[in-house]
């Protein structure tokens, strides 16, 4: 398991919180109220139903779902065994269907190398070791032409004040220690993994959440949380 681009302090981290995943008051409501922004976001540009898709790092399922009941063929893979039994007992619950596995990207792009229409890793990368590995094995799991979405946190004083102190310690959005601002990523720096993975960038786009309103929406500013939509090379 030591060469498995994990640590395994935010597995643990996240496998604790399991239990809660589903529950929209939860330490995962963040999660549940961005869901239809970033899910009608992806299926603007990559049209989801009949698409094969991967969600890498899918935790309990709360996108994998969402992307399974727009007609796509779904797999969600994750490193934390709690929450993907989390993620198939939902399954029963909301009929959806998803074929979810305890599984590496880097392994699953060894196993399966240009399988997917669309491949997606929302919130994941700001936690592991490694996150150039991350996107290089997303480039070798989608097909050419195909889709790439992700998502992670920008890192400057602005961002270390909205996602860290305001979000967890003074908003109580996510629990304290949830992100480690050293490991926020500048949208450079994953363009240039992008790049250095025959992943061409097609839109950078912000997530931003209004305090006062309590709601998120997505548009220019890119200074805390960002998406990027990639295609991979033909």
Not at 81 to 106: I, M, W
Not at 197 to 206: F, H, M, N, S
């Given at each position: ?5 994990a640590d395994p302090a935010e597995l643990q ?131 050419p032409g195909g889709h790439v979405f992700l ?84």
């Open positions: 398991m030591n060469t498995v681009n981290k996240f496998s604790d919180l399991a239990h809660r995943w589903w529950d929209p008051a939860s330490e995962f409501r963040p999660l549940h109220e961005i869901n239809p922004l970033r899910l009608g976001w992806i299926d603007g540009k990559a049209a989801l139903a009949g698409k094969k898709v991967l969600d890498i790092g899918c935790g309990g399922g709360i996108l994998a779902e969402g992307m399974a009941s727009l007609g796509a063929e779904v797999t969600g893979i994750d490193l934390s065994e709690k929450a993907l039994s989390v993620a198939r007992l939902h399954l029963f619950e909301s009929g959806h269907k998803v074929d979810y596995r305890h599984q590496s990207a880097e392994a699953l792009a060894d196993e399966l190398p240009g399988h997917f229409d669309v491949v997606t890793c929302m919130e994941m990368l700001e936690h592991v070791p490694d996150p150039a590995s991350i996107v290089a094995a997303c480039a070798r799991l989608v097909k998502s992670t946190l920008n890192r400057n004083p602005k961002s270390y004040l909205f996602a860290i102190v305001g979000a967890e310690y003074l908003l109580k959005l996510l629990p304290a220690g949830t992100h480690e601002y050293a490991r926020f990523i500048k949208p450079s720096e994953l363009s240039r993994h992008c790049r250095n993975a025959r992943l061409d960038v097609q839109e950078i786009i912000g997530l931003s959440y209004n305090p006062l309103a309590k709601t998120y929406s997505l548009g220019r500013d890119t200074d805390v949380n960002y998406l990027v939509h990639t295609v991979a090379a033909g």
